[in-house]
């Protein structure tokens, strides 16, 4: 099984792994525009020696690497981009665990009484179903990593329960749970324990197993995951209560929603088109997409009624009911009732529970046509093969309705090119729903199915799959973005600056990263709440107060400045034109570091951002602290000049006559530490979301350090949990291999 899966992983990847010159990788939008320039500044720095970055300082005025999910820094498998370099190992990784999450479905599918080829079949559906082949597409790499271990992590509670010593036995269950944690895809996560609850009730229902011996494995599971994947598990948690998602609403959420319109695409898929053809459905096309093939929409109907199907078909249910959101009316429930669920939106991933469901009920439907048993429902099944017929005469006409109206308009100053791209998805989807007729046209009734039989269903059903999934398969070459490019010819980095994009386009952000400038934008899913409304209240207009106030100093745009349609430009200057790229230059921009006279101090941020809004507020003459601090300013002549940027420290040389407030314009984060020749000091936060510290008078050097509290903790048990495993691991094999010497002594 393992090894048919391979194979077929190898054929699907071929773009990648035979590029059309050599040289092309996976360029998924996130992983082009988020992905890869996080990856390349942690691991090509691991690769040269400079060790392990901990703070990101080119995004959000900085941000923690440690408390983002999605750095996978301490995932074992992410090791290969420090080996083979970042595009190529993000590649191999999908590979990975592509095969890997199919090869679980088959094992999760085999603890629920499915054949050997049933479990393939259900592999097949779970690794090149459309959700996946989507989200690949999309370049959600940490979606893909996590969601190839949740159906092992389901097979290994099974196995623990039907293990004699099931404490001992759920211990791979761990390692599996701690695996998935550090992958970095906390909403991903969260379904994965969603997934043990209910196999819990499950078990309880069907009294495969007693309610306490069948809650013990999964304590054991749970607590020991969780204490593996601590490194990540204590950062990301401590930080999320301080970002932008505790701020969302359930309004916010369903307006993500999966329309009703968009359930079609179930049946027909691509009706509104796909990515590299041009999509014209509602957003996000990878988290509205879970086209699984026409057959298993058909398997709850036909397969035989036993508990394991009937959770799998709850399983289907509850993932469409709750992907419509609000209107589906479980989704709210879920929202205000489940601890944690309200951070995580997009209703529509719970697709996800959709596709396991189906994967796991074809598994099941094939294992009972392999069987002898007559067959009770025979006429349920001349009903399907009559509903199917129907079915493709209404889509072939609708395809050539949909043609007619294109030809009909061919002519004209806009040809329908969207009309014609779905009469080919709805011709195709007629052809898939013919495949299906026949597969049930042919299945043998009252005798188990031939073995050419078999083949033709896996046939049909991966050549459904692979018609949606495959194209989603892209690579094209990677490189540092232009504007970049032009960024770092015009204004080389320097830690004394910031840069600014007009607009605020999300997929423009992260390539600051390449280059190494300071960006006072970002794009990433979380991110400082305090630092965002900060940058909010800026417009994002680089003549504004809070910009300056940032330091920004350069701004980058695709068109003149005026087109903006922003105040201020009589303060900038044209710096240079690159092609379609503007470079513009602030008149008078703050230095990055400076010392203010005097404090104020307004807890009230919402007050205080308004108030550094104003045109006649200066920052260099006040400076707001969020706490009271012993912090007594006076004016004076003062001096400060950073002397060393570190991701992970930043030095200052000061020199002043009077006491005052010294002010680094980087985010704020409480794990930051600072130091005043070298004695401990308090670190302020100022202006709502930079940081400050009060200076004595006098020269001094200045050291602010990050030191992650969170994250160190989290390590150290982290550590101690891995080798606490393998030291238990290693005891069973020694206990394994002494047993075996006594039976056979020679």
Known sequence: ??????????????????????SEVFDGHDLLYQQYPLYSFIFDRVRDGAGLPLWNPYLF????????PQSTIFYPPAGIMALIGVPRGVGWLVVLHLWLGGWGMAQFTRRLGASPVGALAGGIIYEFSGLMAAHLNAGHINYLLCAAWLPWLAAAYLWSVERSNRLLAALPGAAVLGLAILSGHPPQLYFGLLWLAALWVYLVVTKRAAPLPALRPLVVIAVGGAALGAALLLPVADFTLRSTRTQGS??????????GAQLLTL???????????????????????????ILPLLVPFLVRRRPAAVLLMVFMAVGLVVSLGIDGGLFPFLYYLLPGYNLFRVPPRALYFFTVGSAGLVALLITDWQTAT??????LYRTMRRALLVLVVLLVIAAFALSAFFTAHSTSETPPYR???????TALAALAAGAAWLVLRWRASGTGAAGWQIALVIAVLLVDLWRVSAPLVTVSAVDVPVMWQVMARVAPSEPDFRVMTIPNQVIWQAGAVYTRHLNAGGYDPLVSETYQRLLDASDYNPTAPIARLLGVRYAISDKPFDWSGLPGGESLTLLAQDGNWYVYEMADPLPRVFIVPAARVMPDDETAR??????TFDPLALALISQPANCPTSDGNAAARITGYNPDAVLIETRSDQPGMLVLTDSYDPNWTVTIDDAPAELLRVYTALRGVCLPAGEHRVRFEYQPRAFYLGVTISAAAWLGLAFIGLARLAQHLLSNRRINPA
């Open 267 to 293: 049946l027909i898929p691509n009706l509104f088109g796909e990515p590299n053809q041009g999509y014209w459905g509602l957003p996000f096309y990878e988290e509205l997409t879970a086209y699984l093939g």
């Open 374 to 379: 007559p067959d009770p429902n025979r006429d």
């Open 250 to 259: 359930l309004g916010f959420s369903g307006s993500y929603a999966l329309p």
């Open 419 to 425: 009309i014609l791209q779905s009469a080919s998805a």
């Open 610 to 615: 308004q108030e550094m809004t104003a045109s």
């Open 61 to 68: 005025s900085g941000q923690s690497i440690v408390a983002n």
């Open 1 to 22: 099984m393992p090894a048919v899966l391979a194979v077929l992983t190898l054929l699907f990847m071929l773009p990648f792994l035979r590029p059309p010159t050599g």
